[in-house]
């Protein structure tokens, strides 16, 4: 990825004293994903749409894993049409939530990411809700 996130969780003045590792968040992130995949194969995914919470989610654990994620990727994990997700990750880089850049191994693809306020507010999210659960 093109940027450089911080390894651990909280930054200095938020949450518990102790650093909960970066990992640790970006498989709480692939948790609550597969959880909301199985809850749309029981009950219909046309209930439950939320395309760009499952694009967060699926791009915060990539980035924590340093994975970069191609736009066709993207429209997959949001479990949207495609028209519906591209229009959507549009007005999110539009908005300046995402960023979009160019592969550098191919230049045809185009890879999307979060921008790093978006990411620090999903890693801060994701903590307070997995400090929840291990209560």
């Known amino acids: 990825m093109s940027m450089a996130f911080n390894r651990?969780?909280?930054?200095?003045?938020?949450?518990?004293?102790?650093p909960v590792p970066l990992s640790a968040?970006?498989?709480?992130?692939?948790?609550l994903l597969?959880?909301?995949?199985r809850r749309d194969q029981m009950f219909g995914a046309d209930l439950f749409g939320e395309?760009?919470?499952?694009m967060y989610l699926d791009l915060f654990a990539n980035a924590v894993e340093d994975r970069p994620v191609s736009i066709s990727s993207l429209?997959?994990?949001?479990?949207?049409?495609?028209?519906?997700?591209?229009?959507?990750?549009?007005m999110l880089v539009d908005r300046g939530l995402l960023?979009?850049?160019?592969?550098?191994?191919?230049?045809?693809?185009?890879?999307?990411?979060?921008?790093p306020t978006l990411y620090?507010?999903?890693?801060?999210?994701?903590?307070?809700?997995?400090?929840?659960?291990?209560?």
Do not use: H, K
């Open 8 to 18: 651990s969780f909280p930054p200095a003045g938020f949450g518990p004293d102790q």
């Open 25 to 31: 968040l970006g498989r709480f992130a692939r948790r």
């Open 34 to 37: 597969a959880q909301r995949r």
């Open 51 to 54: 395309p760009i919470w499952d």
């Open 75 to 90: 429209c997959i994990a949001s479990g949207a049409p495609t028209t519906t997700a591209l229009r959507q990750i549009g």
């Open 99 to 115: 960023l979009r850049r160019q592969d550098s191994t191919d230049g045809r693809r185009v890879l999307i990411e979060l921008s």
């Open 120 to 135: 620090d507010q999903l890693g801060r999210l994701l903590l307070t809700w997995m400090a929840g659960e291990n209560r």
